[in-house]
T-cell receptor, first 114, second 114 residues
Framework: KAGVTQTPRYLIKTRGQQVTLSCSPI?????VSWYQQTPGQGLQFLFE???????NKGNFPGRFSGRQFSNSRSEMNVSTLELGDSALYLC?????????????FGSGTQLSVL | GENVEQHPSTLSVQEGDSAVIKCTYS??????FPWYKQELGKRPQLIID???NVGEKKDQRIAVTLNKTAKHFSLHITETQPEDSAVYFC?????WGSGDKLTFGTGTRLAVRP
C-alpha cells in the first residue's frame, strides 16, 4: 500500500495570505489528523476528521480549518497567515481513530511565512 | 486539558548503554500511551505503545513501563546503537470519545555515541 502523501512538500507565503495543504491517507484508513510541529514545541494536535466530519479539535485559532472528502482525503486551510504559523505541518492517517491506535504520518508540508 | 511533560530534552549515551526517557501526564483518565521516533528529516513512526491495563510492554530492545498511580510512563532502550539516534516523542490520550486528542510531549533528542 502507498503511504500517507502530503502536498506540497514546501510552501513559502507572505503574511496575510492563505494556504491550503493536502493529505491523502493510506487506502482504507478513515481517520485523518493534522499536527503542527515547531522546534521546542513538539507535535501539537490541530484536528481530526472521520467520515467527512471533524471529530476533535485542538487549541488553535479559527484561522485554521480543515475538511475531509468522501474518499478520506483531507485538506487543511490557514487564512490570514502570521509569521508564527511557520512550521512543519504533518498529517497522519489511521484505521478508525487518532487517539487509540497507530498513526501513520506523512512527510509533512514545510510552511514558511515571510 | 491533558498536559504531557517529557524529560530529558536531550540525552547522550555511549553505544551499548541504556537510555531512559520519562513522561508524566495530568489527566488520570488517559488510557493510551504511544511512543514515536522521528529520525532527522523523516516522519514520526510508532515504535511501541501501551494501554492502561498493562504495566509493562517489551519489543526486543525497547520497553515501556506505566505507573498509573504516579501518572508517569517511561521508554527504556537497551544496548543502544547509532541508529537509535533520533527524537523520541511520548503521547497520551483517553482513547475514546468526542473531544479526545493525542497530546504529545516536547520530545527527547537522543544521541548515541559510537
Amino acid at each position: 500500500k502507498a503511504g500517507v502523501t502530503q502536498t506540497p512538500r514546501y510552501l513559502i507565503k507572505t503574511r496575510g495570505q492563505q494556504v491550503t495543504l493536502s493529505c491523502s491517507p493510506i487506502s482504507g484508513h478513515r481517520s485523518v489528523s493534522w499536527y503542527q510541529q515547531t522546534p521546542g514545541q513538539g507535535l501539537q494536535f490541530l484536528f481530526e476528521y472521520f467520515s467527512e466530519t471533524q471529530r476533535n479539535k485542538g487549541n488553535f485559532p479559527g484561522r485554521f480549518s480543515g475538511r475531509q472528502f468522501s474518499n478520506s482525503r483531507s485538506e487543511m486551510n490557514v487564512s490570514t497567515l502570521e509569521l508564527g504559523d511557520s512550521a512543519l505541518y504533518l498529517c497522519a492517517s489511521s484505521l478508525e481513530s487518532a487517539t487509540n491506535e497507530k498513526l501513520f504520518f506523512g512527510s509533512g508540508t514545510q510552511l514558511s511565512v515571510l | 486539558g491533558e498536559n504531557v511533560e517529557q524529560h530529558p530534552s536531550t540525552l547522550s549515551v555511549q553505544e551499548g548503554d541504556s537510555a531512559v526517557i520519562k513522561c508524566t501526564y495530568s489527566d488520570s483518565a488517559s488510557n493510551y500511551f504511544p511512543w514515536y521516533k522521528q529520525e532527522l528529516g523523516k516522519r514520526p513512526q510508532l515504535i511501541i505503545d501501551i494501554r492502561s491495563n498493562v504495566g509493562e510492554k517489551k519489543d526486543q530492545r525497547i520497553a515501556v513501563t506505566l505507573n498509573k498511580t504516579a501518572k508517569h510512563f517511561s521508554l527504556h532502550i537497551t544496548e543502544t546503537q547509532p541508529e537509535d539516534s533520533a527524537v523520541y516523542f511520548c503521547a497520551a490520550s483517553i482513547g475514546w470519545g468526542s473531544g479526545d486528542k493525542l497530546t504529545f510531549g516536547t520530545g527527547t533528542r537522543l544521541a548515541v555515541r559510537p
